[in-house]
């Protein structure tokens, strides 16, 4: 005998028949997804026009800051490896590298597609030297000559990126990462 549901009696339970299926639940995913893009941009923006909207983007991700800091990076590699550091040196600058690339892609998406691209591509270019620095840290000198020309193509997209928040927005965009310390602090 047959309960309601798809249940059998007594006689042997089987899991309640599901009227989502596959389809249902990649429709559900995809909704979840939607919403949580949707809300992690801030729902449906601040309006204003494409200036404005990419303004508030570069201040409100500290974009200058961020693209300062891959720049440092890049640098300190460069440095590190001319050095020649031990591994564990090159590994903790490499993984700098990695870990910075991947925090300036949560950023994304711009408002503006196209910087979206460059910014995206820029970021994986970073973050694949990063890998290849890291494992060239053995003394792999095919990597690092790898890690070197990757660094270089994510440096002059980054710096196309500001070209493009320069002309939209007409203000240049510091990427200075530190700052002096102020009079009158405790030190």
Avoid at 39 to 67: E, I
Avoid at 133 to 144: E, H, I, K, T
Avoid at 166 to 184: D, E, F, I, K, N
């Amino acid at each position: 005998m047959r309960a309601k549901g798809g249940m059998r009696a007594k006689g042997g339970m089987r899991a309640p028949r599901t009227r989502w299926g596959t389809g249902g639940i990649i429709v559900v995913a995809l909704v979840v997804f939607a919403a949580v893009a949707f809300l992690s941009y801030g729902g449906l923006g601040t309006g204003g026009t494409p200036r404005q909207q990419l303004s508030q983007w570069v201040t409100s991700t500290s974009f200058g800051a961020t693209v300062g800091t891959l720049h440092d990076d890049d640098r300190h590699i460069a440095t590190t490896v001319a050095a020649n550091p031990s591994a564990g040196v090159l590994h903790t600058v490499c993984a700098v590298l990695t870990d910075d690339a991947g925090s300036a892609n949560d950023q994304l998406p711009t408002p503006d597609t196209s910087l979206t691209q460059v910014l995206a591509h820029a970021y994986a270019l970073e973050y694949s030297a990063g890998n290849d620095c890291y494992a060239a840290a053995g003394g792999n000198r095919r990597l690092l000559s790898a890690s070197a020309r990757l660094r270089a193509r994510a440096e002059s997209l980054l710096d196309q990126a500001l070209a493009t928040v320069r002309r939209t927005t007409g203000l240049t965009v510091s990427t200075t990462t530190t700052t002096q310390p102020g009079g009158g602090g405790i030190f």
